[in-house]
């Protein structure tokens, strides 16, 4: 099972934390990916867009993301979810929903976020299909898909690729796959907790919606056995 996740070394606790919690609940091997600029010299240039609907990126894997076909050769399914979350569930109840017929699966989200300034106060504005990119199932080989070259993905608009325009073949996941804690809530039913406006490693965002799992997780991501 291949994931690629978002790394961002402004938060890099967020991504070992995320890795930890797929790792302790998967019941099949997995081939996780770190989306990290600096390994991706010579692939692709992160500079050609520097803003999706007026505002400058949030992240270091803003459009890297798109990249995911290409790096699997167009073979396959794989999963892109962003650093800021963690599972609760084994993630292969995820690739269990993988349909054929559908070039990318992602949940819809339809929302105002309660937060126009996220972490590290950086603006947070609302835009159409906001957050359907934080996780997406990609299945590799649909054709759709293979417009998503090193080239286009460099030179695309933000609007273009955050708003999965290179498709009409968009699948729906069910919105526990990836919950927006801090705009939802509480919720008993997650299976992916989204912190979406600050990881709990962010002061500001220690005592959010959920943040308790998210320690929980870190303190095991942090354990070693002494003797």
Known sequence: MQIYIGYDPREAIAYHVCVN???????????????????????????????????LPTNQFIFSRFLVPSMMDYKGWSLFIDGDMIVTD?????????????????????????????????????????????VMMFNNSHPDNKKLTPEYVATASGKE???????????????????????????????LIHYTAGTPCFHDFACSPMANLWHLERMLTNHSLQV
């Open 161 to 191: 690729l955050h708003r999965i325009e290179w498709t009409d073949k968009i699948g729906e996941l069910p919105i526990e796959w990836n919950w927006l804690a801090d705009e939802y809530g509480e919720s008993v039913n997650a299976k």
């Open 21 to 55: 919690s797929l790792i302790r609940r998967s019941s099949k091997p997995l081939s996780i990916c770190p989306l990290a600029l600096p390994n991706m010299k010579g692939f692709y240039t992160e500079g050609a867009r520097t803003t999706i609907e007026g505002y």
């Open 90 to 134: 084994d993630i292969q109840k995820l690739f269990a929903l993988a349909d054929e017929s559908m070039a990318v699966q992602v949940v819809k989200h339809d929302y105002k976020t309660k937060f126009p300034v996220k972490y590290l106060n950086q603006v947070n504005g609302d835009y159409p299909r906001k957050n359907w990119t934080s």
